[in-house]
């Protein structure tokens, strides 16, 4: 067995140990963002803007597939954490079998099905007008890499629970390097158009399987692909899907969001309103990288430490996290509000894209500044293994404000109903995040931590 690297997480200072685990985690989902954002650059200027439509209709319904293994992912990581900490490796492994087997089977499932009902799919995501030949046409083809990335996504948490950010981040970071090369050659230099940029996706998708699966088949990793723990256990299953139900709740928001949002913006503003929201959506991801990699990286840390019975450490990785996020995330701010027609630019020289998407981009970022407290304080639940708290407070931004503002805003302000939807969502879903946050340190971290010193 390789050297229990996953100790560190208990003992390293946690700054360094935070630094440690998201840069690497940071990297990763840059990498990954800016495949999106090349894969739109790509599409956009070599095919145009219907093109950028149609993989903004096409990606919620791929990306909640891979959500699937994502949350079976990060809900068995959690565990695995804990499992870890408390010196508990069979427990850990036998989770680790159940994920792979589980995140497998229901990823074929969904694929099949949605092979077989891919128009209905498209209508019902906000196919409409001229966005329909390029989407189904890029669907057909990338769906059938969904399977591939949804086991990716139940991988990829496992290898950060196990203390190795390193190889988490080139899980990542090898499809994206895939993509971005496949996408000049298709899209291009063979000018294959959207089946191009379709097949160049669906193969970075199998990239990043091979990754992964070369991480659990060598000595790098505590945890072996053993067929004996294929084997379903109910036990562990209701302890993965509890937690995982997060995950796949805040995806499942993601989507109705998507088929919501993609609806609301075609009535009041026709296809070029839904490109406009497919570069808003890529730099949501790609803008926020360091933010999101603090919270991967906070997740095994808080994860392990609870485990252990460290609350002193708990407490620690809270504050930190949330600091450096914030810090990260003013940054951000400030080079969106100054510079987003040069931002938008990189995407397209489509004069009506132009016009349209600045003021729209400086909306959906302008609460930016207070996000860390909403995804670091619905993440410490999960790592907790406290599900039905995580579970709600990853809701509030989409499923308890962000899609009910955007049916009834748009009534009264039309289109730019939608863009200031995105900050008030944001600002509720902080409000009651830092509150329930606040009350579980007070109430359940900070007496225990008194008794100790």
């Not at 609806?263 to 926020?288: C, D, T, W």
């Not at 970022?365 to 579970?391: E, H």
Request: aromatic fraction near 12%; include cysteine; glycine fraction near 8%.
């Amino acid at each position: 067995m390789p050297k229990n690297n996953s100790s560190i997480l208990g003992t390293e200072s946690i700054g360094k140990l935070l630094v440690s685990q998201a840069v690497p985690a940071a990297i990763g989902i840059l990498v990954l963002s800016l495949n999106m954002i090349i894969d739109t650059i790509f599409v956009g200027r070599w095919i145009g803007p219907m093109a950028i439509a149609a993989i903004t209709i096409v990606m919620p319904i791929v990306y909640f597939i891979s959500s699937i293994g994502m949350a079976i992912g990060v809900g068995g990581a959690s565990i695995i954490s804990r499992a870890l900490g408390a010196n508990d490796h069979d427990k850990a492994q036998r989770i680790f079998g159940n994920q792979i087997a589980l995140s497998l089977g229901f990823a074929i499932v969904l694929v099949v099905t949605g092979l077989i009902f891919k128009e209905e799919a498209l209508t019902l995501f906000g196919a409409k007008g001229a966005i329909i030949p390029p989407a189904l046409n890029y669907y057909t083809i990338v769906m059938f890499g969904a399977p591939f990335l949804a086991v990716c996504m139940t991988g990829n948490p496992v290898v950060r629970a196990e203390g190795k950010p390193k190889f988490a981040m080139m899980a990542l970071i090898s499809p994206a390097i895939a993509n971005i090369i496949l996408d000049y050659l298709f899209i291009d230099v063979f000018n294959y158009g959207m089946a191009g940029a379709a097949w160049a996706t669906a193969i970075s998708y199998i990239a990043c399987f091979i990754t992964i699966l070369y991480f659990f088949l060598s000595k790098h990793s505590e945890l072996k692909i053993k067929l004996k723990c294929f084997v379903l256990e109910w036990e562990i299953l209701k302890e993965i899907t509890s937690l995982g139900s997060v995950t796949l709740a805040r995806q499942a928001a993601v989507s109705v969001l998507a088929i919501v949002l993609n609806h609301i913006l075609f009535q009041y503003g026709g296809e070029i309103s839904i490109a406009v929201y497919g570069i808003i959506s890529r730099m949501l991801m790609f803008a926020l990288f360091p933010v999101l990699g603090i919270a991967q990286g906070f997740l095994p840390i808080a994860g392990y430490n609870y485990g252990a019975n460290k609350l002193i450490r708990v407490r620690e990785s809270i504050n930190t996290s949330i600091m450096y996020a914030s810090g990260l995330a003013l940054f951000i701010f400030i080079g969106i509000m100054l510079f987003p027609e040069a931002i938008v630019r990189v995407f397209t020289d489509d004069v009506q894209l132009l016009k349209e998407t600045p003021n729209a981009l400086r909306w959906v970022f302008c609460i930016t500044p207070l996000i860390a407290v909403q995804i670091i304080g619905s993440g410490y639940f999960q790592a907790i293994g406290k599900s039905i708290p995580a579970l709600l407070l990853t809701l509030t931004k989409q499923g308890f404000f962000l899609i009910p503002l955007i049916i009834i805003l748009p009534n009264y302000f039309g289109l730019l109903g939608v863009w200031i939807a995105f900050p008030i969502a944001d600002l509720l879903s902080t409000i009651i995040t830092g509150f329930f946050l606040n009350k579980e340190i007070r109430l359940h971290l900070k007496p225990i931590i008194k008794n100790n010193l």
